[in-house]
């Protein structure tokens, strides 16, 4: 039986609907993109050496001005390879129009063959070590705080 290199079972939004709704300018758009991203991703997975089998999701936040960032919450820790193609292949892909603020969603996927993930929603370390100590941030304020690599100092509320 021949293992599929990447499988999307669900896209996962994480912020609430009327958030997306004031965000999303196009949800066919929003629609095209992710294909789009599961199509760079499956590529970047294909192609790489490794062969490893694993669950998690490929989280994603487009803000205005057409930017995008990826970030990985797998079950095992990845290959470096396929971190570095996923995180790459993933982040060239045009993004849709975002208005307003961040719009954040994740794909829950599996590499050849894992497991899908029991966890209800991703937490990428980026994100957790930004969070620590801290209040719980909105997802969007979160990935926001995140975008750069460098944790930015979360305002008090």
Known sequence: MTREPFTNFNVVLLQPSAVLEERVAS???????????EAA???????SQARQST???????????E?????????TLLDLEIRKQLVA??????????????????LKVALWGGKETR??????PEWKK???G??????????EAVWDDQPQPVPAR
């Open 41 to 47: 991703a499956r590529d970047a997975v294909a192609t």
């Open 27 to 37: 949800i066919d758009a929003m629609a095209d993109y992710i294909k789009a991203i």
């Open 89 to 106: 292949k993933a982040e060239a892909v045009k993004p849709f129009e975002a208005r307003k603020g961040p719009v954040v969603f994740a």
């Open 119 to 124: 966890r209800p929603a991703p937490l990428p």
């Open 130 to 132: 930004a969070q620590q």
């Open 134 to 143: 801290g209040v719980p941030l909105e997802v969007g304020a979160l990935a």
């Open 67 to 75: 930017q995008s960032k990826v970030w990985l919450d797998f079950d």
């Open 55 to 65: 669950g998690g999701y490929l989280v994603v936040a487009v803000r205005p001005g």
